[in-house]
């Protein structure tokens, strides 16, 4: 089946920008994470998602970062106000919601943010 | 969450058995151990967890000392496609955040 896509899978913009990232998990999966990884590191949360609601923020740098998944489906994450430091890769991950203490997520391929 | 502790790299030859060791000495009685890994320019890969036991699946096996402070992931016959980034992950409840390391670069060669 479709895996966690991500659109778009690369994005170029000028500091100072808008830029909104968009990820659709797999169908049924009440879970969604949102991860970046800048070069050389592994990757590092930033907001987890629990249906609709953020069940878990404490990984956004600072309020320039906002994400939402209105429907408890698709997210997205935007960043206002860009600076050349949000240049990463930002991954998102899906899974089901985990009983017994642990679960599986899946990643997607992630979008390259560059910030010039 | 535990901290995991790995080396940066270490290397194999194709066909061969590799194992990756991770420390994680002050994990907890309710947290498991996960292995990811990210092949280049990938999202990062589930391979395998374990709580106490050992593990086997498709992809690789898990092994856990009886005290719980290390453990050994074992790709029993490494391929060239398995050249990728492994991360050891311990965390507790299953709805909760992956905290990656830097991890450890496994580099299979012909």
């Known amino acids: 089946g479709a895996g966690v896509s991500q659109t778009p899978s690369n994005k170029v913009t000028e500091k100072g920008k808008y830029v909104e990232l968009r990820c659709d998990p797999i169908s049924g999966h009440t879970a969604l994470y949102w991860y970046r990884q800048s070069l050389g590191q592994g990757p590092e949360f930033l907001i987890y998602?629990?249906?609709?609601?953020?069940?878990?923020d404490s990984g956004l740098p600072n309020d320039r970062f906002f994400a939402v998944r209105p429907e408890g489906s698709v997210s997205t994450l935007k960043i206002q106000r860009t600076e050349r430091g949000d240049s990463a890769v930002y991954l998102c991950?899906?899974?089901?919601?985990?009983?017994?203490?642990?679960?599986?997520?899946?990643f997607g391929p992630g979008t390259r943010l560059t910030v010039l | 969450d535990a901290k995991t502790t790995q080396p940066p790299s270490m290397d194999c030859a194709e066909g061969r058995a590799a194992n990756l060791p991770c420390n994680h000495s002050?994990?907890?009685?309710?947290?498991?151990v996960y292995w990811y890994r990210q092949i280049h320019s990938q999202g990062p890969q589930y391979i395998i967890h374990g709580l106490k036991n050992n593990e086997t699946n498709e992809m690789a096996s898990l092994i856990i000392t009886e005290d719980r402070k290390s453990s050994t992931l074992i790709l029993p016959h490494a391929t060239l496609r398995d050249t990728a980034v492994y991360y050891c992950i311990v965390k507790s409840g299953a709805n909760s955040k992956l905290t990656f390391g830097k991890g450890i670069t496994l580099s299979v060669r012909p």
């Open positions: 002050t994990i907890s009685g309710n947290e498991y």
């Open positions: 991950a899906s899974s089901y919601a985990g009983t017994g203490g642990y679960n599986e997520q899946f």
């Open positions: 998602f629990q249906g609709t609601g953020a069940a878990d």
